[in-house]
């Protein structure tokens, strides 16, 4: 069984600061990990994956993520936050070796105040 | 190009009536999804399709009715809902089913009176 969890509902932060939004898996195979952020009213739009090779993925928007595998962890993250950024952040795992479908994280709620 | 279409955007309709989700993609893929979102929740996937063949139906009511006409197109066909059944009703595909990114449509806010 795959699983994923984001352990915090809420992350605030000021605009210009660093953001972090954790995430963490649990899969039997192999990962393949994937982050998605959902504005109001919108559908996921994806932001990076990580698939296999460096274990720091760079996305769209300045976001990027570490894969971790010792912590199973694939926290995003961004240097400098912008207001724009506040949003719904999914986490995402598929095991590659058991041909499984993607599962989502409950979902983190960042918001970036100015 | 990395554009999943949906259409309508906003759908309200009664427990009697039937209506229909449509999901186009020109990506070439051969794998499109159907989920159910409810609000501040994650997506549930409903269905699967790979190859325009129904791979994955995740006990899904019978009211849900999916359809593949061809490797571009997807529709939801709806018919005697729940008001339990209102959420955002999210399309995707991926070139194939279980490998690589799935791309999301914008989704189709679903109200049942």
């Known amino acids: 069984a795959q699983s994923v969890a984001q352990p915090e509902d809420q992350v605030n932060v000021a605009e210009g600061n660093p953001l972090t939004v954790k995430c963490t898996y649990s899969?039997?195979?192999?990962?393949?990990l994937f982050w998605y952020v959902q504005y109001p009213n919108r559908g996921l739009q994806f932001l990076l994956k990580y698939i296999t090779g460096d274990n720091l993925v760079k996305g769209s928007y300045g976001f990027e993520a570490e894969f971790n595998k010792s912590q199973t962890s694939f926290h995003l993250k961004k240097p400098s936050a912008l207001v724009s950024d506040s949003a719904l952040y999914f986490c995402?795992?598929?095991?590659?070796?058991?041909?499984?479908?993607?599962?989502f994280g409950a979902g983190t709620r960042l918001t970036v105040k100015p | 190009d990395t554009e999943v279409t949906q259409t309508p955007k906003h759908l309200v309709m009664g427990m009697t009536n039937k209506k229909s989700l449509k999901c186009e993609q020109h990506m070439g893929h051969r794998a499109m999804y159907w989920y159910k979102q409810k609000a501040k929740k994650p997506p549930e996937l409903m269905f699967v399709?790979?190859?325009?063949?129904?791979?994955i139906n995740e006990s899904v009511p019978s009211r849900f009715s999916p359809e593949c006409p061809n490797s571009s197109l997807l529709n939801l066909h709806l018919h005697a809902l729940q008001p339990e059944d209102s959420a955002l009703y999210l399309c995707a595909s991926s070139q194939e089913e279980h490998k690589e990114t799935q791309y999301f449509g914008p989704g189709t806010r679903l109200l049942v009176l």
């Open positions: 399709y790979s190859y325009e063949k129904l791979s």
């Open positions: 995402a795992v598929r095991d590659r070796d058991n041909n499984n479908d993607m599962r």
């Open positions: 899969v039997s195979g192999n990962p393949y």
